[in-house]
Each structure stands twice: as structure tokens, then as C-alpha cells.
């Protein structure tokens, strides 16, 4: 979040006078309440400012990165994360590089019938298999795959700032987003989603607009 040059003024001024109302603020910088009313909005909004009825305006000592990291704690991974790219476990590594291919991906979810987590695929694991001189074509995709429980997965209600640190930790550029489902004696996690470096990326842009 950047503030504006009005902003910063007003600030200053409520840091040096503070508590201070509105309308004293905006006798010293010579505008009407009115006029000021949005910026102490978003002020307040964002954490930087207090204001009591009848005092005025005070300083909270926060900055707007704090304010940042706040809403990020709020937002799940359930509103952020992509559509999944998947391929079937019985697909060949040749379809499989075809599916990256044309999805402009650098992993791909691997799922069982029924959408059921099995492994991940990266472009490293595909390029081995390529160079490997094998079969392409008739090479399926589970035997070249990361399987589980090898795989890093996110959850829905899973904070994005949780989700992003596994992300950084793992080293990975993407998380299967799963629900956990009891299929006969097993539990099972089936993928509805998926949660990318691209998604963080989108969401510090929207919340640098606020």
C-alpha cells in the first residue's frame, strides 16, 4: 500500500499533534473536512491511524506493511488458489509433457480416478525420463512422478501466508490444494485446486490497490 504525498502530511501532522481532530487537520493544511475525509479513511482503514469521538486522531505506530501481513493472515488458500492441472496416473510422460506444455506449467498434479491426489511431476522429472532414451509413448507418467506421501499439500482453510512458507521451505513453485476424504479403510486427499508462486504474486498486486 503507497501512501500519497497528502497522506504522509497527514501523518506528520497527527504524529507532531495528535490527538488532533479532523477538522484541525484540515485548517493546517488549508482544505475543507470534506476534502480530507477519504484519506483519513484509508488511514484508518489501514491500521495507521486511531480515532476516538471527541478526542480526535492519534498515531497507532503501525506501518502499511503491517497492514499488508494482517490481510494476508485473514485470506484462505480457498480464495486464492488456481485450477488444478492434472494428468492421470495412466497417462504416458510424452502426454504429460504435452499437458505442460500447452498449460505453460513447471509441475503437474497427478491424480488417480476420482481426482485423487497420487504424485506430482516436474519438468526436471520429465526431461529425465526424455533423457533417458526411453519409450515415451508407452512410459507412464506414475513411474516417473514424486508420489505420495512425498508431496507438499495446502488446504483449503489454510492461511495463504501458511501456504506461501511451505512453498519458500519446499522449494516448490506449486501445492496441490486438497480435502481430505475416507475412501473404505483409507483416507484420501482429493485435489480441487492449486497454489502457486502466481497466486501470491496476484494477490500482493490487489492488495497494493487498496
Given at each position: ?19 488532533i481532530t479532523g477538522t484541525e487537520i484540515a485548517g493546517q493544511l488549508g482544505l475543507s473536512r470534506a476534502a480530507l475525509r477519504p484519506d483519513l479513511a ?12 471527541r478526542v480526535g486522531y492519534y498515531c497507532t505506530g503501525k506501518e502499511p506493511t503491517d497492514f499488508i501481513a494482517s490481510l494476508l493472515a485473514n485470506i ?135
Amino acid at each position: 500500500m503507497e501512501l500519497s504525498k497528502r497522506q504522509e502530511t497527514i501523518l506528520e501532522i497527527v504524529k507532531h499533534h495528535g490527538p488532533i481532530t479532523g477538522t484541525e487537520i484540515a485548517g493546517q493544511l488549508g482544505l475543507s473536512r470534506a476534502a480530507l475525509r477519504p484519506d483519513l479513511a484509508i488511514l484508518t482503514m489501514s491500521g495507521m491511524l486511531g480515532a476516538r469521538p471527541r478526542v480526535g486522531y492519534y498515531c497507532t505506530g503501525k506501518e502499511p506493511t503491517d497492514f499488508i501481513a494482517s490481510l494476508l493472515a485473514n485470506i484462505s488458500v480457498a480464495e486464492a488458489h488456481s485450477q488444478p492441472i492434472v494428468v492421470k496416473e495412466s497417462s504416458s510422460v510424452y502426454d504429460a509433457i504435452v499437458s505442460m506444455f500447452i498449460e505453460d506449467v513447471g509441475s503437474l498434479i497427478v491424480v488417480s480416478e476420482g481426482g485423487y491426489l497420487e504424485g506430482i511431476v516436474s519438468r526436471k522429472d520429465l526431461l529425465k525420463a526424455a533423457m533417458g532414451g526411453q519409450g515415451l509413448n508407452k512410459l507412464p507418467t506414475n513411474v516417473v512422478m514424486t508420489r505420495m506421501p512425498n508431496v507438499i499439500v495446502t488446504y483449503p482453510e489454510e492461511s495463504v501466508v501458511r501456504a506461501a512458507e511451505k512453498l519458500i521451505n519446499q522449494q516448490v513453485d506449486s501445492l496441490p490444494v486438497v480435502v481430505a476424504n475416507k475412501v473404505g479403510n483409507e483416507e484420501k486427499f482429493q485435489v480441487i485446486g492449486r497454489f502457486t508462486k502466481t497466486n501470491i504474486t496476484r494477490l500482493f498486486v490487489q492488495l497494493a490497490g487498496k
